[in-house]
DNA sequence: AATGAATGAGGTTTCATTCAT
DNA sequence: GATGAATGAAACCTCATTCAT
C-alpha cells in the first residue's frame, strides 16, 4: 500500500478561502478530488489529500459526499455517462457495422483526448475490487461492451449467424480490452494524435471483424474458413 | 481496499516442518504466496497471510524476501520468464508474420490455460502503481509489447516500411491490451476453450495487420486465406 | 457505540416553518427530540438528527438549550415529572403501606402504559455514566427510590421500627428495579396487559413487605387476603 | 458521548516490561482491561485506554483479541461463566421452589461480593445495543432468567398451575431486575453486607412467590385469590 | 432570530516492518 | 537459523460544537 502513495501532499494549493456556498465548495472539491484521483488512483488519494488540497477539513467532505467511494463516484459518474453519451451519439446515425465500429472508437479517442483526466478516472486501475464504486464501474464498462458488441458485432448479415453470444463477448471484450490499452499507452507519451491512434486500431480490428460479420462473401474475395 | 480482504485467513495447512534448508523454505514459500496472490491479489494478501500459509513467521519472510514487493517480484518472475519464453519459442520457427501473430497468441493462451495461477499473478490488477514491482511489471509487458512488435509487426515486407517506431509500439499495446482483456474474460467464465479464444482474438486482428504489412494498398490487393 | 445507530436519518417529516416563536418552537423541537430518544436512546440520537426531525438547524438547538445533555434533559424533565407527580397522586389518598404500593405500582405501570415513550427516555440504559444528565437521572430515580420508601415502607406499625434506613432504601432500590425491568420485559412484546404485569409485581412482593413492617413475626400470623 | 469518558488516561502503572510471552500478557491485558471497564463502562474505554494501561500499543491488542467487543467479550465470559455456575451449583442441591430461590439470590450475591468488578463488567449499562456483545450479554442474562424461571417458579405443585409461560417469564425478569437493582445499589455504598441484601431481597419476594406456586394452601393460611 | 459552513478531536482498525531472544 | 513479541504510521469515519453572516 505504501508504494501507491506519493507523500506529496499538495498543501492548498488553493486561497483558503473559507465559508463558500456549499454548490461552490461541492464543485470545487469535485475538481480537486478528480485531478488528485486522476493522477494517483483511487488507493493513492487519502481523504486526507482530498481535504488539504481543497483546504477544508475530512467532516466536510463527509458531509457532502458520505464517504471515499461516494466521493470517486461523484468524479467518475459524469465522466462515465460523458464516455458512453459521446460513444452512443457517434454511433447512432451510422448504418453498418464497420461505420459503427469506426464511430464508436473515434469517440472514444476522443473523448481521452479531450479530457485525459475524466478517462484516468474511468479507467483507474486501483480501485477496490468490491463495493459501490467496483459494481458501477463494472456497470459502466458492460455498459460499453455491450455498445460495441450490440451495435458493431451482433448487426449480422441475412446470410447468417457465424457467432454465438460468447463469441461476441469475448471479442467485445477483446476490442475494449486493445482500446483501453492502446489509451493507456497513449497517455504515457502521447507520441502520435490521439485520432491516429483511434484509426490505427480501428484498421487493425475492422477488416478481421467485416470478414467475420459478412460470414465471408465479396464477389472478389475468397475468405477462408473463419475459424 | 478492504474489500480485497477475504478474512479466511488460511490457518497454516502445511505441517510447520522446521529447519528446513534454506532453498527447500524458499521453494515452498514461493508456492504458498503464488497461490495467495494468484487468488487474492497484491492488495489483497497480507504478510501475515503468506506466513501463515507457509507455516513459517514474517521475519524468515523478510530475512528471504526483503519485503512485500520482491516476495510479489519473487514469485512474478519465473511465470514471466515462462511466459516470454513460451512466445518466443513458439514465434521462433515462424517465417512470416503472420504465422509469428498466430503462434505467439497460441501460445499466450495456452500459457494461460496450462498455469492460470501464473497469469493472474502477471496481470494483477491491484498492484501498486509505482515502486519496485511497478517497474518490473512494466518491464515486463514491455518485453513482451516488444516481443510482440518485433516478432510479427516490423518483420516488414521489402516493399518497406509503412509504419514508424511508434505506431509500432501502439499497436503491440494495443493487441496484448486486446489479449489480457480477452484473457481476463476468459478466466471469467472459461466460456469456450482457450484455444478458441486465441483464435478468436487471432482471426480479428490479423487481416489488418497483414494489409498494413503489406503496405496498406487495398483495391488491388488479393487477400489470402484468412488466418 | 456505531451498533446503537439506525442510519435510517429521519428526513425531516415536518415542513420546515420559519419564524416561529421560540415558546413554539422549542415545544416542537422537545417532541421530536423526544420520538428520538425515546426510539433509539441517547447515544444513538445525534445532534444532526433531531436537527433534521425538527427541520431546524443545529445553532438553534445549541441556543436553545445549550447542549445535547441540556436537550436530553429537557426531553426528560416532564417526563419525570409527570411520573412522580402520577405516583404521588396515587399514593397520596390511600392509608395503609400495602394500598400505597399497589397504588404506586399501579400507577408506575398505568404511566408506561399511557405514554411507552416518555417511559423510555426516563429509563435509557444508553445514557452517559456521568455529568449533568447521570446526575439528573440519578435524582429522579432517587426521588422515586424514596417515595417508594417513605410512601410505602417507613409508615410502620407502631409496634415499632423493624428497618433501619439503609434496608429501607435497599429495598426500594430493588423494587423499583423489579418495576423497571418488568417494564422494560413488558415494552418488549406486551405479551400480558401492562395491568396485569403490575399486579404480578405486587402480588409478590407485598407478602413480603407486609410481613417485615409488621414486625417480621411469621409463626403465628394470620395473614389476610393478599393483595 | 465525551461525557462518558473521564480523560484520565492511565498512564501506565505497571512498569514496561517488554516482550511478555503471549500467555502473561493476554493475562495481563484482561486484568488491566476487565479494570478500566469495571470502572468505566465498555463506552467509557478506549482502546488506547487499555493499551496505556498494558503498556504496549493497540495493534498487539488487535492481534490478541481482534477488536473491542471481542477483548471485552474476552472480559466477560469468564465473568459469566462464573456466576451461572455459582448459581446453578448452589440451586442444584434445593428441593424446594422456596430453597432454590434463596439458594440462588444468596450466590448471586455472593458472588457480587466476592468479585464487585467481575459484576460490574457483566451488568455494564453502557454496552453497545447490537452486535456481538450485545447478543452474547443478552443470551447470559436469558439463561440467568431462566435459571430463575425453570428451578424457581416452574417447579409447580401439583394441584395445578396458576400461571402461564409469559407470567413466568415477567416474574424471572422481575426478580432478576430487582437483584440486579440492589446489586447496583450495594455497590455505590455497600452499607450493609452484601448477605443481608440477599436476604433482604429473598425474605421480600419469597412469601409472595410461596402464595402464588403453592395455589394457595398450607394448614394454617388463608390465601385469598391470587391476582 | 436563524443559518449554512466548518471544525477539533477522537475512535476503531490495519499492515508492513523490526526488535530481542 | 528462526522466532515470538511488538510497533509506527496511517486510513476511514463520526460527532458535538462553533463561526460568520
Redesign the interface.
Known amino acids: 500500500?505504501t508504494?501507491?502513495r506519493?507523500r506529496r501532499r499538495h498543501t492548498s494549493s488553493l486561497p483558503r478561502r473559507s465559508r463558500l456556498p456549499r454548490a461552490e465548495r461541492e464543485r470545487q472539491t469535485l475538481e480537486a478530488a478528480h485531478a488528485l484521483f486522476a493522477e494517483?488512483?483511487y488507493?493513492?488519494v487519502t481523504m486526507d489529500d482530498v481535504a488539504d488540497a481543497v483546504g477544508v477539513t475530512k467532516p466536510l467532505l463527509y458531509k457532502y459526499f458520505g464517504n471515499k467511494e461516494r466521493l470517486y463516484l461523484a468524479c467518475m459518474e459524469p465522466a462515465g455517462k460523458l464516455l458512453t453519451r459521446t460513444v452512443v451519439d457517434a454511433i447512432a446515425p451510422t448504418t453498418t457495422p464497420a461505420d459503427a465500429l469506426r464511430a464508436g472508437l473515434l469517440a472514444f479517442f476522443e473523448f481521452l483526448d479531450t479530457d485525459r483526466d475524466a478517462w484516468r478516472v474511468l479507467f483507474d486501475?486501483?480501485l477496490?475490487?468490491?463495493?459501490e464504486v467496483?459494481q458501477r464501474v463494472a456497470e459502466y464498462r458492460d455498459r460499453i461492451t455491450e455498445l460495441v458488441a450490440t451495435a458493431v458485432l451482433s448487426q449480422l448479415p441475412p446470410s447468417g449467424r457465424v457467432m454465438d453470444r460468447?463469441?461476441v463477448?469475448?471479442?467485445s471484450?477483446?476490442?475494449?480490452?486493445?482500446?483501453?490499452?492502446?489509451g493507456?499507452?497513449?497517455l504515457r507519451?502521447e507520441?502520435?494524435s490521439a485520432r491516429?491512434?483511434a484509426e490505427?486500431?480501428i484498421?487493425?480490428?475492422?477488416?478481421?471483424?467485416r470478414?467475420?460479420t459478412r460470414g465471408?462473401r465479396s464477389s472478389d474475395?475468397?475468405?477462408?474458413?473463419?475459424?
Open positions: 500500500m508504494s501507491l506519493h494517483r488512483g488507493a493513492g486501475e486501483t477496490p475490487v468490491s463495493g467496483a460468447s463469441e463477448e469475448a471479442l471484450a477483446a476490442v475494449l480490452g486493445a482500446a483501453e490499452a492502446l493507456r499507452w497513449w507519451g507520441a502520435i491516429k491512434a490505427l486500431l484498421s487493425t480490428v475492422e477488416p478481421g471483424l470478414l467475420r465471408g474475395e475468397t475468405p477462408g474458413k473463419v475459424i
